[in-house]
Each structure stands twice: as structure tokens, then as C-alpha cells.
């Protein structure tokens, strides 16, 4: 049998960054479907409301333990507060286009810059142990 993945020994639970992130990244698609103009039915409608619940709690939570004071041991992102803020604003603005509300030029603007933003941060962090990889002999 044909096994597709990861071998087992190098596979792990899941936590609630690896959670986070599936989330945030099902946001940004559904984001960019609105904004290219795909219909939003009732389901997709439930759904961006409920997966930007979802994230708006997630970042808060991981938000407080940016500052250094890290209440629970789990959070091993480096991403700054301003990342999360921009999350927040992106689940707030996707609540708001599921819900219907009225979205203008300068709204639809504010959420492709906020969406670029956060792509940006999340295709590549600029840390030194990340950058060691780029290296070349």
C-alpha cells in the first residue's frame, strides 16, 4: 500500500499554533474569495463566522503572551503584536462582510493591504535562525 505524508517518526500532535494557523489560513482564502467576487451563500456565510470567531479569541489569547509574560507554555510563534492586532482586524472585517454589511473602496482597500500584511508575515519570517538556511558556502 502506497502511503502519502510524513514518515511516523517524524510526525506530532497537533497544538493550538498548528490549530491557529489552519484557521488564519482558511480566513485569508475565504477573504480573497469575497474580494475576487465569489458568491457567499448561507454556508459560507456561517462558516467565515464562525472560523473568525475562532481566530479573533485564538489571537487575543496568543496576543498576551507576546509581552514575555507567557501564561501558558504551549505558544512558540515569533510573530509581534502587531501580526495579531492585524489578525484581529481581518476577522472583524470578515464578520462584518459575512454578516453583510456594506463594504466601500476604502474598506475593500484597508482589507487587501491588511491581507498582503499578513501573507507577507506568514510566507516568510525574517528570524536569524530562519535566515541560516539561506547561507551559501
Known amino acids: ?5 510524513s514518515p511516523s517518526s517524524e510526525t506530532r500532535e497537533m497544538d493550538l499554533d498548528d490549530i491557529f494557523h489552519s484557521r488564519l489560513k482558511l480566513m485569508i482564502i475565504m477573504a480573497k474569495a469575497y474580494m475576487n467576487g465569489y458568491p457567499l451563500g448561507e454556508h459560507r456565510r456561517r462558516a467565515m463566522l464562525e472560523n473568525a470567531r475562532h481566530v479573533e479569541s485564538e489571537s487575543i489569547d496568543l496576543d498576551s503572551t507576546v509581552g514575555g509574560l507567557q501564561s ?7 510573530y509581534d503584536h502587531v ?9 472583524v472585517m470578515v464578520k ?12 475593500i482597500a484597508a482589507m487587501h493591504e491588511n491581507l498582503d500584511s499578513i501573507c507577507q508575515t506568514l510566507m516568510f519570517n525574517s528570524q536569524p535562525e530562519d535566515l541560516a538556511f539561506l547561507k551559501v558556502a
Open 96 to 107: 462584518a462582510v459575512a454578516k453583510g454589511f456594506p463594504m466601500g473602496e476604502h474598506r
Open 1 to 5: 500500500m502506497l502511503r502519502l505524508g
Open 83 to 91: 501580526f495579531y492586532q492585524r489578525v484581529k482586524l481581518l476577522a
Open 72 to 78: 501558558q507554555p504551549h505558544s512558540c510563534v515569533d
